[in-house]
């Protein structure tokens, strides 16, 4: 998972960011728009009605170390989920390559 931001607001939300989201099995992105205000709570419920309630819980998700998905919002809801939490390494995109091509 990864953000694209600082986009030009279109769409009747104004939309300015996207969550990318990449399935390392499959290879399918998808691309959830969003703001670059949204909370860790805006981000999970994005997550939620747009991932885990069509696709399933994930194992593992991969992410940089975004605030948003360091919170302990967002921990708890892995804990309880059972899906590992993988954080990439600062200054080495390789880790999260899948959604770092994709932007």
């Not at 981000?43 to 696709?55: D, G, K, P, R, V």
Request: hydrophobic share 40%; aromatic share 10%; glycine share 6%.
């Amino acid at each position: 998972m990864d953000w694209v931001t600082g986009l030009v607001p279109g769409g009747k939300e104004n939309y300015n960011a996207c969550l990318i989201i990449v399935d390392s099995f499959s290879k399918r992105m998808r691309c959830l728009p969003c703001h670059n205000e949204d909370t860790a709570m805006d981000t999970a419920l994005l997550f939620w009605n747009n991932i885990i309630s069509t696709c399933g819980v994930p194992k593992i998700i991969i992410s940089d170390r975004d605030p948003k998905f360091t919170s302990e919002f967002w921990t708890n809801l892995y804990d309880m989920l059972g899906t590992k939490l993988a954080f990439s390494t600062a200054y080495h995109p390789q880790t999260d390559g899948l959604a770092e091509r994709m932007i």
